[in-house]
């Protein structure tokens, strides 16, 4: 088992920024890809970003792309998600999730935090 554990969610100013963290406790944190998903009310859960293990690829969702970046600390078990310019589009609970390969598809992520959520004010 993988526990994950969410923070740095909170409410920003349009245009402003947010770093999410990811801890994790359990298994070995760098056996696994990592990614955060999002989800808005009444909408489905959506890929925001992902990275391999050791970082080596990173793919992110089109709208977030110079905008957002993941990256991971390995020693600390922790992903990260520096999220700047924020925008109206931006809000929602995300979540963190670990799994074998990195993937947009949420099937493949076996571990799942609760969330933590970003409101962004205009």
């Known amino acids: 088992q993988v526990q994950l554990v969410e923070s740095g969610g909170g409410l920003v100013q349009a245009g402003g920024s947010l770093r999410l963290s990811c801890v994790a406790s359990?298994?070995?944190?760098?056996?696994?890809?990592m990614a955060w998903f999002r989800q808005a009310p009444g909408r489905e859960r959506d890929f925001v970003a992902g990275i391999t293990t050791y970082g080596i690829g990173r793919e992110y969702k089109d709208s977030v792309k110079e905008r957002f970046t993941i990256f991971r600390d390995d020693a600390e078990s922790t992903v990260y998600l520096q999220m700047s310019s924020l925008t109206p589009e931006d809000p929602a609970v995300y979540y963190c999730?670990?799994?074998?390969?990195?993937?947009?598809?949420?099937?493949?992520?076996?571990?799942w935090g609760q969330g933590t959520q970003v409101a962004v004010s205009s």
């Open positions: 999730a670990a799994g074998s390969a990195l993937s947009p598809l949420s099937q493949t992520y076996i571990f």
């Open positions: 359990g298994r070995t944190f760098r056996n696994y890809a």
